[in-house]
């Protein structure tokens, strides 16, 4: 049944049309056949009792008389008649008389022939002797008054005909009833086949037309069936089909008018991002010019002698500078990151050395709010870039102290299947569950509605974040209001290597007396500030807004610079890029250089980080500066 309900129209079409056609083949075969089988059996059975009867008539008086030749010959005429297999005669009492087969000596005294009771039609009949009534005197009383007296049988005849010509022609009937039957089937299933065209047919165009519609080629149109319902299902399938093509038509009107509206918006957000890029890249620069030079004027300031009240006033200064210039170095970390110039540097490395910086950083400002501040010790051994590993741990930990008003932060390393999981944890405000994706995100800060400057700009967590994803670290958080906030970053656990790190990894600047620097800087104020301030370290500065000042002011006999600095930004054609390069053509290629620069876009970090020469961005550090200046004397 389960079959049957998948089988096509055209098969349910043959098999209604074939089934009750051979049902009524099948029974008008079966009765005239078997019709036909009977009569003819009844003809046989009928043409044996003839002869027997013929027989025991004509052996009444040879049986009588007792005379055999007569009876054997009246035997042998009946067994030349077709389909007679054997006759006999008995006498009254049953003996054989006499006895003719086929396949024997006529007339001997042989045993009958034995035969297959199946394949032989047997008939007996009796000898009767002849009823004759004599008109006698002697005859005692009259015919009407006298019964009649009774006569014995004379014998016995039995004539055995064979069937075989029976068989023969039930077989010949059965033949014809089943090649009937065949060429009557044969004969439905044609006609069945024509009939199921002609209504499967329609059908199977009208399926074939849905399917292409369905495809969506929504022209397709089904073509004329007739009429009727076929006629109805056509018209409705191709109404279909043109009520969607027209909302097909629709839709994609609508669709390219939302495109083209979208790329309109797309162009302008971009072209507005655009200009606030360069709007930010501009502002930026020229934030930062005045802001290196602050830095420069006020770590110079800072180590003169003052008197105590004046020594305050330089330390908040200093305090209020290095705010500012955090915060400036958050959107330049933002920046780097967007712009993809920053590549991590992967090696093995200790993680109890960047633990005990990070407590010794921020124990003051723990200590400020009447917090603990707990690292856990380590002998964990990490795999990532340990730069910006420690940023990341450094913004998770200040960013817990910043938010955590009692209690503590804990900062700890665990070891799980082959993992490190280093732990920040905080007693703080806690974070709700709908808020603990957006943090991430860039100036956003739960906490600081009147956006107060202590609590920064809200890009911790986003440089974090940010970073993670470039190292390919997992980064989890939990946390319940109230409660307190568990950040985990999950990082590649490494081997020990105690000969590649040893106690005396940091390295602190030494003394730069009499080292021979060529300043190149355009802004006067930053020139003077950064000429002072390598001034104040006992360098011998010669500073110039330009290569071409320079070369016009500097002495012929001059001995040859052993640093390069120069701002990337000048106000010549050249950048500081190929200021530098000039000047290593002119004194030296392997001449050490630094680059200086108070643009954040990413064309610049681009270009700074293919000429392989290192790079500062304004509000240059002092300390930082120091370091990198003590690094490349060394290496010189």
Same mark, same amino acid.
């Given at each position: 049944?389960?079959?049957?309900?998948?089988?096509?129209?055209?098969?349910?079409? #043959?098999?209604?049309?074939?089934?009750?056609?051979?049902?009524?083949?099948?029974?008008?075969?079966?009765?005239?056949?078997?019709?036909?089988?009977?009569?003819?059996?009844?003809?046989?059975?009928?043409?044996?009792?003839?002869?027997?009867?013929? /027989?025991?008539?004509?052996?009444?008086?040879?049986?009588?008389?007792?005379?055999?030749?007569?009876?054997?010959?009246?035997?042998?005429? $009946?067994?030349?008649?077709?389909?007679?297999?054997?006759?006999? +005669?008995?006498?009254?009492?049953?003996?054989?008389?006499?006895?003719?087969?086929?396949?024997?000596?006529?007339?001997?005294?042989?045993?009958?022939?034995?035969?297959?009771?199946?394949?032989?039609?047997?008939?007996?009949?009796?000898?009767?002797?002849?009823?004759?009534?004599?008109?006698?005197?002697?005859?005692?009383?009259?015919?009407?008054?006298?019964?009649?007296?009774?006569?014995?049988?004379?014998?016995?005849?039995?004539?055995?005909?064979?069937?075989?010509?029976?068989?023969? &022609? &039930?077989?010949?009937?059965?033949?014809?009833?089943? %090649?009937?039957? /065949?060429?009557?089937?044969?004969?439905?299933?044609?006609?069945?086949?024509?009939?199921?065209?002609?209504?499967?047919?329609?059908?199977?165009?009208?399926?074939?037309?849905?399917?292409?519609?369905?495809?969506?080629?929504?022209?397709?149109?089904?073509?004329?069936?007739?009429?009727?319902?076929?006629?109805?299902?056509?018209?409705?399938?191709?109404?279909?089909?043109?009520?969607?093509?027209?909302?097909?038509?629709?839709?994609?009107?609508? #669709?390219?008018?939302?495109?083209?509206?979208?790329?309109?918006?797309?162009?302008?957000?971009?072209?507005?991002?655009?200009?606030?890029?360069?709007?930010?890249?501009?502002?930026?620069?020229?934030?930062?010019?005045?802001?290196?030079?602050?830095?420069?004027?006020?770590?110079?300031?800072?180590?003169?002698?003052?008197? =105590?009240?004046?020594?305050?006033?330089?330390?908040?200064?200093?305090?209020?500078?290095?705010?500012?210039?955090?915060?400036?170095?958050?959107?330049? @970390?933002?920046?780097?990151? @967007?712009?993809?110039?920053?590549? =991590?540097?992967?090696?093995?490395?200790?993680?109890?050395?960047?633990?005990?910086? +990070?407590?010794?950083?921020?124990?003051?400002? *723990?200590?400020?709010?009447?917090?603990?501040?707990?690292?856990?010790?380590?002998?964990?051994?990490?795999?990532?870039?340990?730069?910006?590993?420690?940023?990341?741990?450094?913004?998770?930990?200040?960013?817990?102290?910043?938010?955590?008003?009692?209690?503590?932060?804990? %900062?700890?390393?665990?070891?799980?299947?082959?993992?490190?999981?280093?732990?920040?944890?905080?007693?703080? $405000?806690?974070?709700?569950?709908?808020?603990?994706? +957006?943090?991430?995100?860039?100036?956003?800060?739960?906490?600081?509605?009147?956006?107060?400057?202590?609590?920064?700009?809200?890009?911790?967590? *986003?440089? $974090?974040? &940010? /970073?993670?994803?470039?190292?390919?670290?997992?980064?989890?958080? &939990?946390?319940?209001?109230?409660?307190?906030?568990?950040?985990?970053?999950?990082?590649?656990?490494?081997?020990?290597?105690?000969?590649?790190?040893?106690?005396?990894?940091?390295?602190?600047?030494?003394?730069? *007396?009499?080292?021979?620097?060529?300043?190149?800087?355009?802004?006067?104020?930053?020139?003077?500030?950064?000429?002072?301030?390598?001034?104040?370290?006992?360098?011998?500065?010669?500073?110039?807004?330009?290569?071409?000042?320079? #070369?016009?002011?500097?002495?012929?006999?001059?001995?040859?610079?052993?640093?390069?600095?120069?701002?990337?930004?000048?106000?010549?054609?050249?950048?500081? +890029?190929?200021?530098?390069?000039?000047?290593?053509?002119?004194?030296?290629?392997?001449?050490?250089?630094?680059?200086?620069?108070?643009?954040?876009?990413?064309?610049?970090?681009?270009?700074?980080?293919?000429?392989?020469?290192?790079?500062?961005?304004?509000? $240059?550090?002092?300390?930082?500066?120091?370091?990198?200046?003590?690094?490349?004397?060394?290496?010189?």
């Amino acid at each position: 049944m389960m079959s049957m309900v998948r089988w096509g129209v055209r098969a349910r079409v #043959i098999v209604a049309a074939v089934l009750p056609m051979l049902a009524m083949a099948a029974v008008l075969t079966v009765f005239y056949t078997g019709s036909r089988l009977a009569d003819l059996d009844e003809a046989h059975a009928a043409r044996a009792q003839a002869l027997a009867r013929q /027989l025991a008539a004509a052996s009444e008086y040879a049986a009588f008389a007792g005379n055999l030749d007569t009876l054997q010959q009246l035997a042998n005429a $009946v067994l030349a008649e077709s389909d007679v297999a054997a006759v006999s +005669i008995r006498d009254p009492s049953g003996e054989l008389l006499v006895r003719s087969a086929r396949g024997q000596h006529q007339g001997s005294g042989a045993p009958p022939s034995t035969h297959d009771s199946g394949g032989l039609l047997r008939v007996t009949e009796s000898i009767l002797p002849s009823n004759i009534q004599l008109d006698d005197a002697f005859t005692l009383g009259t015919a009407d008054s006298a019964q009649a007296p009774h006569i014995p049988t004379l014998g016995t005849v039995t004539v055995e005909l064979s069937l075989e010509r029976v068989k023969a &022609r &039930r077989n010949e009937l059965l033949r014809v009833a089943t %090649v009937s039957t /065949l060429l009557v089937l044969i004969a439905s299933l044609l006609l069945s086949t024509w009939l199921s065209r002609g209504v499967s047919g329609p059908i199977r165009r009208v399926a074939w037309a849905v399917a292409r519609i369905g495809q969506g080629r929504l022209s397709e149109r089904v073509p004329e069936l007739g009429g009727g319902s076929l006629r109805l299902l056509a018209d409705g399938v191709n109404d279909m089909a043109e009520r969607l093509e027209e909302i097909h038509d629709s839709m994609a009107r609508r #669709i390219m008018e939302a495109t083209a509206e979208l790329r309109e918006r797309k162009e302008e957000a971009e072209q507005a991002n655009l200009a606030k890029s360069r709007f930010l890249a501009a502002a930026s620069h020229d934030l930062r010019q005045p802001m290196h030079a602050l830095g420069l004027f006020i770590t110079e300031l800072s180590q003169l002698s003052h008197a =105590p009240e004046a020594r305050h006033l330089v330390q908040k200064i200093s305090a209020s500078a290095e705010a500012m210039e955090n915060l400036l170095d958050s959107l330049l @970390d933002i920046s780097k990151l @967007d712009a993809g110039v920053l590549h =991590p540097t992967i090696a093995s490395f200790p993680l109890q050395p960047i633990l005990e910086r +990070i407590s010794a950083e921020l124990r003051t400002a *723990a200590a400020e709010k009447g917090l603990r501040l707990k690292v856990r010790a380590t002998e964990a051994w990490g795999r990532s870039d340990p730069v910006l590993f420690e940023r990341i741990l450094t913004n998770l930990a200040s960013n817990a102290i910043r938010y955590t008003q009692r209690g503590g932060v804990l %900062v700890a390393c665990r070891r799980r299947a082959g993992k490190l999981h280093v732990e920040v944890r905080d007693s703080g $405000v806690g974070i709700e569950e709908h808020e603990q994706e +957006i943090i991430f995100q860039e100036f956003v800060q739960l906490d600081n509605a009147e956006r107060a400057r202590d609590k920064g700009l809200g890009l911790g967590l *986003a440089i $974090v974040r &940010r /970073l993670t994803d470039l190292l390919g670290h997992r980064l989890s958080l &939990r946390s319940r209001p109230g409660v307190g906030s568990v950040f985990t970053l999950e990082m590649p656990a490494a081997e020990a290597d105690r000969g590649a790190h040893g106690a005396g990894n940091e390295r602190t600047p030494g003394d730069l *007396a009499g080292w021979r620097i060529v300043l190149i800087e355009d802004d006067p104020l930053a020139r003077n500030g950064m000429d002072s301030l390598l001034s104040s370290w006992g360098c011998v500065v010669e500073s110039a807004a330009s290569l071409e000042e320079l #070369i016009d002011v500097r002495a012929p006999d001059a001995p040859p610079p052993q640093l390069l600095i120069s701002d990337f930004r000048l106000r010549s054609p050249d950048n500081g +890029i190929t200021a530098i390069a000039a000047m290593r053509a002119r004194w030296g290629a392997d001449l050490p250089a630094v680059l200086i620069s108070g643009d954040t876009c990413a064309d610049t970090l681009k270009l700074a980080q293919d000429s392989a020469i290192p790079l500062l961005h304004k509000p $240059v550090r002092p300390a930082r500066l120091r370091a990198l200046l003590h690094r490349l004397y060394s290496n010189h």
